[in-house]
């Protein structure tokens, strides 16, 4: 019955007109825009044809005419040749599709393709989809508007429709008394053996003191940094995500690659999800920066020096290594977070989430107010929705670590207002469920005065720029702490200089870091630098 379904849900035309279109301008499959697949054709002719193009490109050939598949598919694919070539006219195929395909549908076209190859697979699945495009349907009044709603939707779109449904089941059948029972110290001795090992303590972050104060970036917890417009929060989010993950980094002491000791051997991932910046031009770029060393302003304005493009290079490489994850999300909410995470731990020890930031977005709203069957709509509300759903459903059930950043209201613009939750955008409801909780600010010209005896004493030569304000920290020693660092925001440079306690007097905290290393193949490697 699924064979049967699953051809009613291919459209030939479309299927043509992509292949024509790929033959016009066969650099389509080399842009990162359009991410083809053999599987997205469901006719046997279609795929040969796609299979040869595809191949074709990637061997270098430039100009593919009917001539170069013919001839790729009678030497690689005997069953492709026959059925496209032997029992059909595949020449006169072939430049009817060119002739017919028009580039300026391409993106519709695609769009088409891909979703009826996103309902197929859910087919297989088992999943009805019929509440999205039901071709079985014979009223054709139903099926115009299901065809106008078909094409409003992105891929994305369809599946989380289709998995919200099953959220919903696990829902309405999860209660209080789901989670965790031991009886009290059952399995010490393991317990212990593991704090002895410093396994309470997380990956370490790009703060010294910080680590220290709030036993690093550990799973299942839930950190949420604030800040002001131009406090770089964008920026240290990709940072954070970057330094945890990133197999190699640049040492600034040493001038040269060295291991990154949070993950020597490349096993944890981790995944930015952002609403704003552009995952190409922004993102990937202020990564290249953290890993390299080298600027931002330097790289977009391609002011380098031969050493610094070789570096820059091979910091692009380290990241090609490593298993980051770049997702663009302006309309999330909690489900598509849980689904992101979830597709890429079936292959991958997911440690961080880094989400830049939390905004109460159309389809959170909607989320929280089908969770609270209507009762959540107050701002508060559904603050308290997004805190409780991002320590509770992401950090704790998927067992990594969440770290977002949210805007500060009016408060902010009072130079002398205290650094703490009241200050940020959602105040106490959004700062409920958070394990850490910190402000990070340019350094003000009062808070200089006030510091201004310690600076004496032994960081004249570098002076803070920023200040972060700890003002939560579940289950730690030390809270309602200052840490005064110099901070670069072009390549996510961090210097932490000293701590304070809230009254700006000096306080003694030891730096935690994690040591980095070398190995032979490394050592080969930053010859060239």
Sequence with gaps: MSKKLKKLYYEARV??????????????????????????????????????????????????TPIEIEAYLSRTSPRYYKIIFEDTDGFEWIDNVVNQASLANFDYNYSRLRKFSVLRDLIDEGTDISDVLDLTEVD?????????????????????????????????????????????????????????????????????FKNKIVYGCRRKKFSLTSGSTGAGKSRLACGEITFLTAIELWDYEKQKFVINPNNPEGKLSSIYVGTELDLSMEVDIIMWATVSGIETSKIIEWDLTEEEEA????????IK???????????????????????????????????????????????????????????????????KSFKERLANALNIYVSSSTQLNRSKDDKKAEKNEGMIRGSFALCDKVDVGTIIMPI??????????????????????????????????LKMVRIFRHLNLGNMEMQDLFVTNWDYELIDVDMMIAEPYENDQQEEDNIRF
């Excluded at 080399?30 to 279609?46: C, P, R, V």
């Excluded at 570096?311 to 490489?317: F, P, Q």
């Excluded at 290594?321 to 292959?347: A, C, F, T, W």
């Design 444 to 477: 003000e010209n009062y808070e200089i005065e006030l510091v201004k005896e310690i600076i004496k004493k032994g960081w004249n030569k570098i002076k803070p720029t920023h200040v972060e304000h700890i003002f939560k920290n579940r289950g730690g020693k």
């Design 15 to 64: 299927g043509c007109q992509i292949i024509g279109g790929i033959l016009k301008k066969h650099d389509i499959l080399q842009d990162d825009k359009y991410a083809l697949d053999i599987e997205y054709f469901h006719n046997d002719f279609h795929k040969g044809i796609f299979f040869a193009i595809y191949n074709l490109t990637a061997e270098g050939i430039e100009e593919i």
């Design 311 to 318: 570096r820059l290079n091979y910091a692009i490489d380290i």
């Design 321 to 387: 290594r490593s298993k980051i994850h770049l997702y663009d999300r302006p309309n999330y909410d909690v489900g598509v977070l849980e689904r992101i995470v979830k597709r890429h731990q079936q292959d991958e020890d997911v440690y961080a989430l880094g989400i830049d930031y939390i905004l109460l977005t159309g389809a959170l709203v909607m989320e929280a107010r089908d969770y609270s069957k209507g009762m959540y709509t107050r701002e508060d509300q559904l603050f308290l929705y997004v805190s």
């Design 140 to 208: 054709n009044n139903i099926i115009e508007k299901q065809n106008e709603t078909f094409d409003s939707l992105t891929w994305d779109d369809i599946t989380n429709h289709c998995s919200g449904k099953i959220l919903k089941i696990e829902s309405k059948y999860e209660t209080s008394s789901d989670g965790d029972y031991k009886r009290a110290s059952y399995n010490s001795e393991n317990t212990l053996e593991r704090l002895k090992n410093g396994e309470a303590y997380g990956l370490m972050g790009m703060s010294g």
